[in-house]
């Protein structure tokens, strides 16, 4: 399903927002000088590992015979992901799962599978990539054949990979529209393709990627029922959130969905629903400092998704 593209541009608001973000974002491509960088590698258990940077942060498993990675970076960054996960494994990147289409999730495609990795991914994905497309004003020109998906999924597959199972499940229109939550069950880890925020933050909806509101809280249900207390779910950066995090996130947005859809419902304009400050109980915990994802810009990212999002179906 594809959903009628916002400009974000139009909003004063997200010009000057989308500028200061790190992940997911211009700012990963563009304000980052990626030879600063380092990755900080954490052990999850079950021979995962969390490799941290300051973008799309990727997860290795890592088997007797070779490495499964999910998301492989900026291109910038392709030889510092390879040196982190040489340094825990000198066995081959065998598979490697993209988890959207944002490029600090698949930049280094090419790099890290030219040694005959299969590169998994949801068919939008692939299909963005092959054609070329734009994520936050940014052509992203067509990816050459070696960086393409080579093995594409519609709803859900499962992989086995060093004797861990390893469900993927498509949220539609979520982050994104080519969203793959990656649960590494064994581990008892989740990927959450970029649908919770980062260190408990508000997570982000890329509209016009094909993302929304509701599809958000979609993936955020079916994480928590894939969840123990247990469960660590990994954000675009920072730390592993805990199923309380998600809960608590997952119900702020049920709340602020409800609030904004009262507003709009009310013929108040996204101006005047911004001023009505929906988020205002909610702010003190879910901005935090350098996230471009305030009260207000939070207010009208819900607001634009419930304006023209049709709510997606279930997974
Ligand atoms: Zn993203």
New binding site residues.
């Given amino acids: 399903m594809q959903l009628p593209s916002l400009s974000m541009a139009a909003s004063p608001v997200f010009v000057t927002a989308i500028l200061g973000a790190l992940s ?1 974002s211009p700012a990963a491509a563009q304000g980052i000088d990626y030879s600063r960088l380092e990755i900080e590698t954490t052990a999850l258990g079950g021979g995962v590992y969390l490799l941290g940077w300051q973008g ?1 942060d990727s997860l290795i498993l890592v088997g007797d015979d070779g490495v499964l990675l999910v998301d492989t970076s900026v291109a910038a960054m392709g030889d510092k992901i390879k040196a982190a996960i040489a340094k825990v494994s000198d066995k081959p990147i065998k598979m490697i799962i993209n988890t ?1 289409a ?1 490029a600090d ?1 698949f930049g280094a495609n090419e790099a890290l599978a030219k040694d005959g990795a299969t590169i998994v991914a949801h068919a939008a994905l692939r299909d963005r990539m092959a054609k070329g497309f734009t994520a936050f004003n940014q052509a992203i020109p067509p990816a050459p054949a070696g960086a393409l998906p080579t093995v594409t999924f519609g709803d859900a597959m499962t992989l086995h990979f060093a004797g861990e199972t390893i469900q993927l499940f498509h949220p539609p229109n979520a ?2 529209d080519s969203d793959t939550l990656v649960h590494f069950v064994r581990a008892n880890v989740i990927h959450a393709s ?1 649908t919770i925020g980062g260190d408990g933050g508000y997570p982000f909806f ?1 509209i016009g990627s094909g993302g929304s509101l509701a599809g958000t809280i979609v993936a955020e249900d079916k994480m928590l029922a894939l969840s123990d207390a247990n469960t660590r779910i990994v954000p ?1 950066e920072g730390d592993p959130a805990s199923t309380a995090m998600l809960k608590a996130t997952r119900d702020m947005l049920v709340a602020l969905r409800a609030r904004v859809q009262k507003l709009i419902d009310e013929g108040k304009s996204e101006d005047e629903a911004v001023a009505a400050k929906p988020t205002k109980d909610f702010d003190a915990q879910f901005v935090h400092p350098g996230n471009f994802l305030t009260g207000d810009a939070m207010t009208r990212l819900a607001y634009q998704s419930l304006k023209t999002a049709r709510p997606p179906a279930a997974p």
Avoid: A, L, N, V
């Fill in positions: 997911c799309g959207h944002h999730h982050h994104t970029g890329d675009d």
